[in-house]
């Protein structure tokens, strides 16, 4: 009773309504299979028709609740909604799994999918660059391949099962409720959830008392001696990549840079990592060395704003074609922003690589164009925007 009433505290204030579908779902499922199933067969015989109507007042409270559960935050429903047409397509792209990771096959497919124009106004409002797929099944078939996905959804199922056979009926509602949570969130990259779904699992399949605690002490084992490590020398390097950072926002870039470098072996799979590193290295004047990071970057992380960097860095470089060839990525894999507009308006701007059309046609974008939130640097741009104008006149 003390621990539903803390759930009961907690699961409103988080907002989150794949949480609240999955507990409901959960706990009904749990309170479904411990009914006396004698008394339930008397009972619906006797009151058949009052049961269906309240059936279908509860049904329509459902749908009322749902359509107040969208209106509550409609865009981020219509962005999870975006998030997995895209996954979908990326899957075709790569059936048996995209080795580089989610956040690479991703970035190409919405990237691609903008590229062909025949795009609704709030898919351009909704995207973004998100690190999960706010699924677990499409982000599981689209990183590992649909094989690895069908074993580990055979195992669960087995698992449950087996947990059903032996009235386990709380731990499989624990395991529902997870597998309900995991179509539109992502439990599987946090450590607490795995192994909370590895002790549930083992603890449908085990047959006798003594065998439980042996088998979860081997987890825990496990734990401390694998993944425990591991997690916790990353934690370690955060820790001091908090302190780097305060030298990267300060502007002492040397110094950044070389605190960056004795960081890389530990945090070289964070894509917010790589990217700082390589616009540090871009601030440094390091413009190759900086390009050869934002390229890994790319692997873990489908924020434009690298194409961005690594498209200023070939312009400080004068390959002003690979430049505008990244600009316009950039621009495609997330339509909604200017200031890629802006890059290339000044891109275009150069000396060398002087295109007058071009350039009025960004700057047309740059000075019409509604952005997704108003700030200060978005009427920088546009003055400075006009005043390459007014010298280009000139």
């Not at 795009?119 to 797929?133: I, L, M, Q, T």
């Not at 894509?271 to 900086?290: D, Q, W």
Request: hydrophobic content about 45%; overall charge positive; glycine content about 8%.
């Amino acid at each position: 009773g003390v621990v539903g009433v803390l759930i009961l505290c907690v699961l409103p204030a988080t907002m989150s309504r794949s949480a609240w579908v999955a507990a409901v779902i959960g706990c009904v499922w749990v309170i479904y299979m411990h009914r006396d199933r004698r008394k339930w067969n008397i009972l619906w015989r006797r009151y058949k028709k009052r049961y269906i109507s309240y059936g279908i007042g509860i049904f329509f409270v459902l749908i009322v609740g749902g359509a107040g559960a969208f209106f509550l935050k409609p865009d981020s429903a219509l962005g999870r909604l975006f998030l997995w047409k895209i996954t979908c397509q990326a899957i075709t792209k790569y059936p048996w799994g995209c080795d580089k990771g989610f956040a690479f096959a991703y970035g190409e497919a919405q990237e691609a999918y903008f590229s062909q124009g025949d795009y609704a106004e709030w898919e351009e409002r909704v995207a973004g660059s998100p690190e999960y797929a706010f699924n677990e099944y499409l982000e599981l078939i689209l990183t590992q391949g649909p094989v690895i996905c069908i074993m580990l959804m055979v195992i669960t199922l087995a698992c449950l099962w087996a947990g059903i056979q032996f009235r386990r009926y709380g731990v499989c509602g624990a395991i529902i409720a997870l597998l309900i949570f995991s179509f539109s969130s992502y439990p599987m990259h946090l450590p607490a959830f795995i192994v909370a779904y590895v002790c549930l699992l083992l603890a449908c399949g085990i047959g006798d008392i003594i065998a439980k605690p042996v088998v979860l002490s081997a987890c825990l084992i496990i734990w401390i001696g694998g993944f425990h490590g591991k997690w916790q020398r990353e934690k370690d390097a955060c820790r001091d990549w908090v302190n780097t950072r305060m030298l990267y926002h300060a502007g002492v870039y040397t110094a950044a840079n070389a605190a960056y470098d004795k960081l890389y072996p530990q945090l070289r799979e964070k894509g917010t990592f790589l990217f700082e590193y390589g616009h540090s290295l871009h601030k440094a004047g390091f413009y190759n060395e900086s390009n050869k990071y934002l390229d890994k970057a790319l692997v873990y992380c489908a924020d434009p704003m690298i194409l961005n960097v690594i498209g200023k860095n070939y312009q400080a470089l004068r390959c002003y074609h690979w430049a505008e060839e990244l600009l316009l990525a950039s621009v495609h894999r997330l339509p909604g922003r200017i200031y890629p507009y802006y890059l290339l308006a000044k891109l275009y701007a150069e000396p060398e690589f002087l295109n007058r059309e071009k350039f009025e046609e960004m700057k047309r974008i740059v000075l019409m164009k509604a952005p997704k939130i108003h700030s200060t640097a978005i009427e920088e741009m546009r003055r400075e925007v006009e005043e390459i104008a007014k010298k280009l006149e000139k």
